[in-house]
């Protein structure tokens, strides 16, 4: 969303600096996962909510995400994106 406020070119070619909002419900047991593209470029949705799924505290998966996507980066680059 930030990058596309005042971006012009990014416009042209129909980058919005307007939100989209989804409502869902939700049960007790469901989990939201949220991931910038520097989580997902090397981890696929599968993946993530099998490394979620295996970790009872939240803090911890989130960690255990972070540490997985900053391997596989550095794996694959010489730079890491935000992760």
């Not at 803090?59 to 540490?67: F, G, P, Y």
């Amino acid at each position: 969303f930030t990058r596309s406020l005042g971006d012009t070119v990014a416009h042209e070619i129909g980058v919005s600096e307007k939100p989209e909002f989804k409502q869902l419900t939700i049960q007790d047991d469901d989990v939201i996962i949220i991931a910038s593209d520097g989580v997902t470029e090397y981890l696929d949705a599968a993946e993530i909510v099998r490394i979620v799924n295996e970790i009872d505290d939240p803090a911890d998966a989130a960690r255990t995400l972070v540490k997985s996507s900053a391997a596989l980066w550095a794996e694959k680059n010489d730079y890491c994106d935000d992760i």
